[in-house]
């Protein structure tokens, strides 16, 4: 059973930076493809930034120069784990979502626009918000 983890949300000034975080255990169930998802009240789920087990990225068109989604490589490859983070700069207050942690299953997947049929393994989401 993979589990997907999300931390790092928290409230912010405009302006200013937040970085989340991801932890997707057994790596084994996919290729390494991670993706970020937002949702504001009212407004559907949108893909924000991915990246695939080649550490290419993409992101979406509103977040580009803003935001940078990376892989941790610091940790162990005996371990089951993968972990990203998704720097965040710059912030408005139009960023202010809650902020999803998905894992798809062929790297092919992480191009955008994403589709959220190709992700099966969710997290619980990690709150963002940013003040005026």
């Known amino acids: 059973q993979v589990q997907v983890m999300e931390s790092g949300g928290g409230s912010v000034q405009a302006g200013g930076s937040l970085r989340l975080s991801c932890t997707s255990s057994?790596?084994?169930?996919?290729?390494?493809?991670l993706a970020w998802f937002r949702q504001a009240p009212g407004k559907e789920r949108e893909g924000v930034a991915s990246?695939?087990?080649?550490?290419?990225?993409?992101?979406?068109?509103?977040?580009k120069g803003r935001f940078t989604i990376s892989r941790d490589d610091s940790i162990s490859k005996d371990d089951a784990r993968i972990i990203i983070h998704l720097q965040m700069n710059n912030l408005n207050p139009g960023d202010s979502a809650m902020y999803y942690c998905?894992?798809?299953?062929?790297?092919?997947?992480?191009?955008?626009?994403?589709?959220?049929?190709?992700?099966?393994?969710w997290g619980q989401g990690t709150r963002v918000t940013v003040a005026s």
């Open positions: 998905a894992a798809c299953t062929l790297d092919i997947q992480t191009m955008f626009p994403l589709d959220e049929k190709h992700f099966p393994y």
């Open positions: 057994v790596k084994t169930y996919h290729e390494g493809c």
């Open positions: 990246i695939d087990s080649e550490r290419r990225t993409s992101y979406a068109n509103f977040v």
